[in-house]
């Protein structure tokens, strides 16, 4: 693809999202004190699922995403409850967060938004409210926003799912907060990458973007190549990983995912893409979020798996051109 054939569908799919998230980034979000990779592309969170497996709290993830040089951690909604319930305070952690050189670029909740039955959906709509509500206590501006709850039965209606993930993002807005639209590859619903841009351009809010991850496009059987047709702020989080040629996409799962490099995603292709070549993305760095439920990893040292993840991302990007 040329540069100008490029820079055209970066600003022509822009998905709504450009105002909203360049003044978010433009006036006072904590994340724009970010530090991105030397090409000003990148940045590195830790998602803790990748250190999951170790049960070590959500204090620990902290300790361990600051010590082992990440630039932020992503943390699930569920650890941070179980430590307020513990009696802790989210002002300390927010402060532990900060003491360890650490944004809180995204959290995992699993609100269920997107349910057809009016009461489940309210419901989950309570309960992302409460998460957003929380995750703003800890300096937190972005969380995930996946088809919780819709994963099996009927296929919903795409026109209906981006009149609710609408309302998801209006909550966001009022809280501060903004839920990225994530595919999941093994789900009935938005299991590919077209599916879910969809919802967000029909969604219709200056908000809205896509939460896309190496593992659910592959998993979703999408190619890759839709990932050049995205704006620099239609991808603010990218959850990175990378899939063994065997099993193959039918019967492969989240403990299947290793680090990037050592499978067969092509993750220069898909790291200059997300990136882009031609400054595009530069004003604001898109985090890549290490997200591993491999369970051999769950039996190691938590550092060691942080920081070789850390490294083999670091080598991913170290290979990209521009």
């Known amino acids: 693809m040329n540069s100008d054939r490029r820079r055209f569908l970066t600003s022509a799919t822009t998905l709504g999202a450009g105002i909203f998230a360049g003044n978010l980034f433009a006036e006072g979000n904590p994340n724009t004190m970010e530090t991105p990779d030397s090409q000003g592309r990148f940045r590195y969170c830790l998602n803790t699922s990748t250190i999951r497996g170790q049960e070590l709290g959500i204090v620990e993830e902290v300790r361990i995403a600051g010590e082992a040089g990440y630039d932020g951690i992503e943390p ?25 050189g650490l944004t809180v670029d995204s959290a995992i909740g699993f609100a269920q938004w997107i349910v057809d039955d009016p009461e489940q959906r309210k419901a989950g709509l309570e309960e992302a409210k409460r998460d957003m509500n929380t995750l703003r206590e800890i300096g937190g501006t972005r969380i995930a926003a996946p088809p919780a709850g819709a994963t099996n039965g009927s296929k919903l209606d795409l026109f209906v799912v981006a009149e609710r993930y609408r309302t998801l993002l209006e909550l966001g807005a009022s809280i501060g907060v903004i839920p990225q639209l994530e595919v999941w590859g093994f789900s009935t619903n938005l299991s590919r990458l077209g599916e879910t841009v969809f919802v967000c351009v029909e969604a219709d809010h200056p908000s809205a973007c896509v939460l896309p991850d190496v593992y659910h496009i592959y998993k979703g059987g999408s190619g890759f190549g839709g990932l050049e047709l995205l704006s620099a702020t239609a991808i603010q989080v990218f959850h990175v990983n990378d899939y063994p040629a065997e099993p193959g996409r039918q019967d492969i799962n989240d403990s299947h995912r290793v680090y990037p490099g050592d499978g067969i995603a092509p993750l220069k292709e898909i790291l200059t893409m997300v990136g882009g070549t031609e400054g595009a993305r530069t004003n ?16 190691q040292n938590a550092m060691d798996v942080a920081r070789t993840g850390l490294a083999k991302m670091k080598a991913a990007v170290a290979g990209l051109s521009g």
């Open 284 to 299: 604001r760095p898109v985090t890549l979020s290490l997200e591993l439920f491999n369970r051999e990893y769950w039996k």
């Open 76 to 100: 699930w909604m569920g650890s941070i409850n179980t430590y307020v319930e513990g009696g802790g305070k989210l002002s300390d952690l927010k402060k532990q967060i900060e003491d360890a």
